[in-house]
């Protein structure tokens, strides 16, 4: 018989309200002294939201998993998006971010050469909350990530197939800035991170979009149907 497919669920949640609690895992993300970004008790998306100066503001998550199949989702409110590419997520295998052409891309290392695509210039705005979202399965060198953008699907560039094989980092996950040389800052409000170790569909992001985020809002649980077994030749 084939195996049971493994659920698709919330790994790792950041509501930002106040504290950096990793509501899934129950572990604090980390900031030091003029690191530490704003928290903001009102203003966000549900409650409040932190406010990252576009500096050196930074969450540095200890969440250090790697996710063959990963959907990252965000809600963001930049500020400014001039300067450079501000990160939402950053690892050492990947990247989430906004862009100076006032975009979303997301790249994903392989040990030869890596996959990144880009959503449109100018799909992303300043001063307004826009719920941001990636999925990728990096199972085969043919899939492509997809960017959503307030729950709909996003026209990229990019996606050149990756070659090699999927990188694996231990370092941990950091919200807000590249930490191995302090730049890419994001400038501006996050909200609500979420961390999801398979691939949600598009119906599963447009219902995060259009829930009204609070703290016993119900995440997607997705058991995917099993792949038919091929015709024997």
Not at 51 to 63: A, K, V, W
Not at 143 to 172: A, E, H, R
Not at 177 to 204: A, H
Not at 216 to 229: H, L, V, W, Y
Request: proline share 8%; net charge negative; with cysteine.
């Amino acid at each position: 018989p084939s195996p049971s497919p493994i659920p698709v669920s919330l790994q790792r949640h950041w509501k930002l309200d106040g504290n950096l609690i990793d509501t899934i895992g129950g572990t604090s993300g980390t900031c030091s002294g003029t690191q530490c970004p704003s928290s903001l008790p009102t203003g966000g998306v549900s409650v409040g939201a932190y406010d990252f100066d576009g500096i050196d503001d930074r969450i540095d998550t200890g969440i250090t998993t790697d996710y063959p199949k990963i959907t990252l989702t965000a809600w963001i409110n930049p500020r400014d998006m001039s300067k450079d590419d501000g990160r939402i997520h950053q690892k050492g295998s990947l990247a989430f971010a906004t862009s100076t052409l006032n975009n979303i891309f997301f790249c994903r290392s392989w040990t030869v050469s890596g996959i990144c695509v880009t959503s449109l210039q100018n799909s992303v705005s300043t001063n307004s909350w826009q719920f941001v979202a990636v999925t990728y399965d990096g199972t085969s060198i043919t899939n492509d990530p997809l960017i959503y953008i307030n729950g709909v699907l996003q026209t990229t560039t990019g996606g050149v197939n990756p070659s090699g094989s999927l990188v694996s980092s231990s370092d941990s996950y950091v919200i807000g800035i590249r930490p191995i040389d302090g730049k890419r800052q994001f400038n501006g409000l996050m909200d609500d991170l979420r961390i999801y170790n398979g691939v949600l569909s598009q119906t599963e992001i447009q219902t995060l979009y259009n829930s009204v985020i609070t703290p016993s809002s119900p995440s997607p649980t997705i058991i995917p149907s099993p792949s038919p077994s091929p015709s024997p030749s």
